[in-house]
């Protein structure tokens, strides 16, 4: 009988991944502090994808949060920041996943079409999300600053907290 490699998944941690970066290119429109702490963010989310670190993943996508927080304080346009924001949570999302998944089925277990599946879903939420943010941004907002659809956004973030 084979052991089993108890590693993050493939495709889920190439999602989250993807996710991380697009946070790092959204933060850099808003400002370069976001951006550094983006930067710090994907590099603790890759470390704990390539060693199947939980705690490092949730921290890393912590910090990609944070910096969407942080920029979009700090003058990111309200689109760029509900992007930023939902594909911080894509990367949590997915990054738990391949961690989760690969503890337990490990990496040689097929499960291209669940991760697949998960992938698709999680995207298809965030975008559910961000067009009703931004929706609500753009109709009752009435001509608010950003730091309004930032603080619907964590207050989204403490409801799907709330929620595990």
């Given at each position: 009988m084979k052991e089993l490699t108890r590693r993050p998944t493939r495709i889920a941690s190439l999602g989250a991944?993807?996710?991380?970066?697009?946070?790092?290119?959204?933060?850099?429109?808003?400002?370069p502090a976001g951006a550094v702490l983006a930067v710090v963010g994907t590099a603790s989310l890759a470390a704990g994808l390539v060693w199947g670190i939980t705690d490092a993943t949730d921290a890393g996508?912590?910090?990609?949060?944070?910096?969407?927080?942080l920029s979009g304080l700090q003058g990111m346009p309200p689109e760029v920041t509900v992007v930023g924001a939902i594909a911080a949570l894509v990367a949590l999302d997915l990054g738990r996943?391949?961690?989760?998944?690969?503890?337990?089925?490990?990496?040689?277990?097929?499960?291209?079409?669940?991760?697949?599946?998960?992938?698709?879903?999680?995207?298809?939420v965030g975008l559910a999300a961000a067009t009703l943010g931004y929706g609500v941004y753009v109709f009752g907002g009435g001509g608010q600053p950003a730091g309004g659809v930032v603080l619907l956004l964590l207050a989204v973030v403490f409801l799907v907290a709330a929620l595990k």
């Open positions: 991944a993807l996710a991380a970066v697009i946070v790092v290119g959204a933060t850099a429109v808003g400002s996508a912590g910090l990609l949060f944070v910096a969407v927080v996943s391949a961690v989760e998944l690969g503890e337990q089925l490990g990496r040689e277990t097929d499960t291209r079409r669940l991760e697949a599946v998960h992938v698709v879903s999680s995207v298809s």
